[in-house]
């Protein structure tokens, strides 16, 4: 099973802090950047990711669609 990943609600800044466990892979201001690192950090397939309706990510605060 895949670690699960968190998307945080979005900053000040409008950034979505993206992380695995206590592990923060960065500040994410799209879907581009969260896929982005969630290819560095070695996940699988990624490309092919509905991230609507995956349960890999844990959305908090709002969906894929929630970006400044």
Do not use: C, K, N
């Amino acid at each position: 099973m895949e670690p699960r990943v968190v998307v945080e609600p979005q900053g000040r800044d409008g950034g979505r802090r993206v992380r695995v466990g206590a592990q923060i892979l960065g500040i994410a201001y799209g879907s581009r950047d969260l896929l982005e690192f969630l290819r560095r950090a070695g996940l699988e397939d990624i490309d092919q990711l509905d991230l609507a309706s995956t349960d890999l990510i844990d959305w908090q605060g709002g969906g894929p669609a929630v970006w400044d």
